[in-house]
């Protein structure tokens, strides 16, 4: 069984930086795309960053490029999420999300989350960015 584990979260201020993990148990990471997603309490899930096996395709939301970088280390099994000038409109939950075949897909700009049929969720970091 496929098992996600998020890390790295917590209270930030506002400029400051954080670094998540995915870490993979069960399989070996490089069989999987990983795509991380955060939700707000009174907004709708919205996918942040999304990097396909091998690094042959990764996406970053437009509100944090240049911010935000994704990278994979397939000896650690962990996805890492860099976030560095962090502001308070980037607080939320952050879930990472894993699919075998489902590559980063896009759809008016969003993007989307794997089908039910190919997705492993983890239970999420809260991150929070105040002053």
């Known amino acids: 069984q496929v098992q996600l584990v998020e890390s790295g979260g917590g209270l930030v201020q ?3 930086s954080l670094k998540l993990g995915c870490t993979v148990s069960g399989s070996t990471l490089d069989n999987w795309i990983i795509s991380w ?3 707000t309490p ?3 899930r919205e996918g942040v960053s999304c990097i396909e096996q091998n690094n042959r395709n ?3 939301l437009d509100s944090v490029k240049g911010r935000f970088t994704i990278s994979r280390d397939n000896a650690e099994n962990t996805v890492w999420l860099q976030m560095n000038n962090l502001k308070p409109e980037d607080t939320g939950k952050y879930y990472c ?3 075998r075949r ?3 897909t896009l759809l008016d700009g969003s993007l989307l989350a794997p089908p039910a049929d190919d997705n492993f969720w983890g239970q999420g970091t809260q991150v929070t960015v105040s002053a």
């Open 14 to 16: 506002p400029g400051g």
């Open 37 to 39: 997603f955060r939700q």
């Open 42 to 44: 009174g907004k709708r």
């Open 58 to 60: 990764t996406y970053v």
């Open 97 to 99: 999300v894993s699919s």
């Open 102 to 104: 489902y590559p980063c």
